[in-house]
């Protein structure tokens, strides 16, 4: 059996599909700015091909999304340590980040109650666009030349 083709042309996107591109957009400002924070990969030291990534799990905070968002719940590593390394020494893991925190003067429970349950809503999702926003004019980031950044901008403008 074959399905008519579906015109999306002036089909309006759902608030879900909204809401999830505003998230995607907050998501890339935010690992712009750990990315210039950092300067390096904060387990092997190198310089290149680094990647933020979430101190506290994205899965074990997706019912409060501001931690998402959060600068000190983000780390930089480079594409490999990211990938491999972490899944492989797990252990170790843990000890560098209880490290990393401490240095901050914070620990994963302290991480953990601050991003208790919130309900997150698009107009959240908007102010916290503006602090990232306001965060990367003021570290000197062109964030508006990122690619990534240009698409996702391009769709909410659209509805």
């Not at 310089?47 to 905070?61: E, K, N, Q, W, Y």
């Not at 990211?82 to 492989?88: A, G, P, R, T, Y």
């Not at 925190?101 to 809503?121: C, H, N, P, Y």
């Amino acid at each position: 059996m074959r399905f008519p083709k579906k015109k999306w042309l002036g089909k309006q996107v759902s608030r879900k599909s909204m809401f999830n591109t505003w998230v995607k957009l907050n998501l890339s400002l935010w690992g712009m700015l750990i990315v210039t924070r950092d300067k390096h990969c904060q387990w092997c030291g190198r310089h290149d091909g680094l990647t933020p990534h979430h101190i506290v799990a994205r899965g074990r905070t997706n019912a409060c999304k501001m931690a998402w968002f959060a600068l000190i719940n983000g780390v930089a590593l480079c594409y490999n340590c990211h990938i491999n390394e972490l899944k492989q020494q797990t252990h170790q893991y843990v000890t560098f980040i209880n490290g990393w925190l401490a240095k901050q003067g914070l620990s994963m429970q302290i991480l953990e109650d601050r991003f208790r349950r919130t309900k997150v809503t698009i107009d959240d999702l908007k102010i916290i666009h503006i602090e990232l926003t306001g965060e990367c004019k003021s570290a000197g980031i062109p964030y508006t030349e990122n690619k990534t950044y240009q698409r996702l901008l391009k769709k909410i403008q659209k509805n």
